[in-house]
């Protein structure tokens, strides 16, 4: 089974501090993303990556940023945390493309407040 | 643009009810997929399933079934029978081909079986 593994399930952080979130997974995945899932919006596409020091912009990178030193290995940054940053972040999955009919596997979601 | 629309924000049925969760999508892309996860209370979202734009059979997998209709533009997840396992958060989303694997997820159903 794929195995996408959160570091931290629940964080709470103050304002200004930084804040990061790792993302592990087992299946040498060359995509990896982070998503952030708050309620009535359902989950918005912060960054993501197709391979090792390569990372693009999602719908909403403001406020954030992304290292992917390693294949397997994504993180998220919160240079200074806010507290509209407060939130649900889910980490995902996947072989290249669904264009090649991959599935997306999600990690089990990190809750971050932010006081 | 590309937009998923789950207009039922919370449904409440009964144990062994059936129950039905819409799924409308817009896109002007040709080759797209769409895909159902089940989010329960601890928060992973769960592959359910994944349909490309070009197979519109329709699909059973025990209690759970789904109806694609390119026509209306809409992808329908229908629970026969339904259990109090059921309850979760279930979301519809988008992918089109050539765009790295980002979805497009719809706002997500809120589904409460009661005993």
């Known amino acids: 089974d794929v195995k996408v593994t959160q570091s931290s399930r629940y964080l709470v952080k103050r304002t200004g501090e930084k804040v990061f979130l790792e993302c592990v997974q087992d299946m040498d995945h060359e995509n990896m993303f982070w998503y952030r899932q708050d309620p009535g919006l359902g989950l918005r596409l912060i960054y993501f990556s197709y391979d090792v020091k390569m990372k693009e912009k999602g719908d909403i990178p403001e406020g954030y940023s992304v290292s992917r030193e390693k294949k397997e290995r994504f993180s998220l940054i919160l240079e200074s945390a806010s507290t509209n940053q407060t939130s649900m972040y889910l980490c995902?999955?996947?072989?290249?493309?669904?264009?090649?009919?991959?599935?997306?596997?999600f990690g089990e979601g990190s809750w971050l407040t932010v006081v | 643009a590309q937009k998923v629309t789950q207009a039922q924000t919370e449904i409440s049925v009964v144990e062994k009810e059936d129950v039905t969760l819409d799924c409308v999508y817009e896109?002007?892309?040709?080759?797209?997929?769409l895909f159902w996860y089940k989010q329960p209370p601890s928060g992973e979202l769960v592959f359910l399933i994944r349909?490309?734009?070009?197979?519109?059979q329709n699909e059973i997998s025990g209690r759970y079934s789904w109806n694609f209709q390119k026509s209306t533009s809409s992808f329908n997840f229908t629970i026969t029978a339904s259990q109090v396992v059921d309850s979760a958060v279930y979301f519809c989303a988008l992918g089109i081909y050539n765009q790295g694997g980002k979805l497009i997820f719809g706002q997500g159903t809120e589904l409460s079986v009661k005993p």
């Open positions: 995902a999955s996947s072989y290249t493309g669904i264009g090649s009919g991959n599935t997306i596997y």
């Open positions: 896109t002007r892309d040709t080759t797209y997929y």
């Open positions: 349909r490309n734009s070009f197979d519109e």
